[in-house]
T-cell receptor, first 114, second 111 residues
Framework: ETGVTQSPTHLIKTRGQQVTLRCSSQ?????VSWYQQALGQGPQFIFQ???????GRGNFPPRFSGLQFPNYSSELNVNALELDDSALYHC?????????????FGPGTRLTVL | QKEVEQNSGPLSVPEGAIASLNCTYS??????FFWYRQYSGKSPELIMS??SNGDKEDGRFTAQLNKASQYVSLLIRDSQPSDSATYLC???????????WGLGTSLAVNP
């Protein structure tokens, strides 16, 4: 069974640029959630995708957008990057159905905005 | 505003002792509760989930849930230095699969 994978592991961008983060969900999982975690903070929910549809969104501006593909992999896109977007971004997948809320995290992507 | 609250710590215990981590939640509709461990710079790792009132044991870990009092706790027996990490508590937000997270409790196990 393959776990959750994310790419890239690290990246550096400058303010105003756009970035795409990618996530492959664990085999058999149809739900993907994205989180932002700033240093010293708990994960902040960005949004969730279930069977290719957005299924809940946190308090993030529209410049944070996402996609889920038929194979349940997912992308997080952030436009017009700001310095405060520097954080660790997590993707977590869950199986759906009973026990659907148990989320399994990928290794994360560290984004630095200069 | 639905919240999950934890003491930030740091909680410091000697090796071999029991570490007790606590969490309270505000949404009475929450049904699923989770404890994750996070090492610095790494992603959260699931330790345990709990859905029913009472205790649930898994190895050195015991989760306790009291829905009437809206608290969840995690006990770590025979604490090891490798248990030193931040422990995150999460609860689902009602019917949505969204999880609400606490800020985490930092645990230090001293040899």
């Amino acid at each position: 069974e393959t776990g959750v994978t994310q790419s890239p592991t690290h990246l550096i961008k400058t303010r105003g640029q756009q970035v795409t983060l990618r996530c492959s969900s664990q085999s058999g999982h149809n739900t993907v959630s994205w989180y932002q975690q700033a240093l010293g903070q708990g994960p902040q929910f960005i949004f969730q995708y279930y069977r290719e549809e957005e299924n809940g969104r946190g308090n993030f501006p529209p410049r944070f957008s996402g996609l889920q593909f038929p194979n349940y992999s997912s992308e997080l896109n952030v436009n017009a990057l700001e310095l405060d977007d520097s954080a660790l971004y997590h993707c977590a997948s869950s199986p759906g159905g009973g026990g659907a809320d148990t989320q399994y995290f990928g290794p994360g992507t560290r984004l630095t905005v200069l | 505003q639905k919240e999950v609250e934890q003491n930030s710590g740091p909680l410091s215990v000697p090796e071999g002792a029991i570490a007790s981590l606590n969490c309270t939640y505000s949404d009475r509709g929450s049904q699923s509760f989770f404890w994750y461990r996070q090492y610095s710079g790494k992603s959260p790792e699931l330790i345990m989930s709990i859905y029913s009132n009472g205790d649930k044991e898994d190895g050195r870990f015991t989760a306790q849930l009291n829905k009437a009092s809206q608290y969840v706790s995690l006990l770590i027996r025979d604490s090891q230095p490798s248990d030193s990490a931040t422990y995150l508590c999460a609860a689902n937000a009602g019917n949505n699969r969204k999880l609400i997270w606490g800020l985490g409790t930092s645990l230090a196990v001293n040899p």
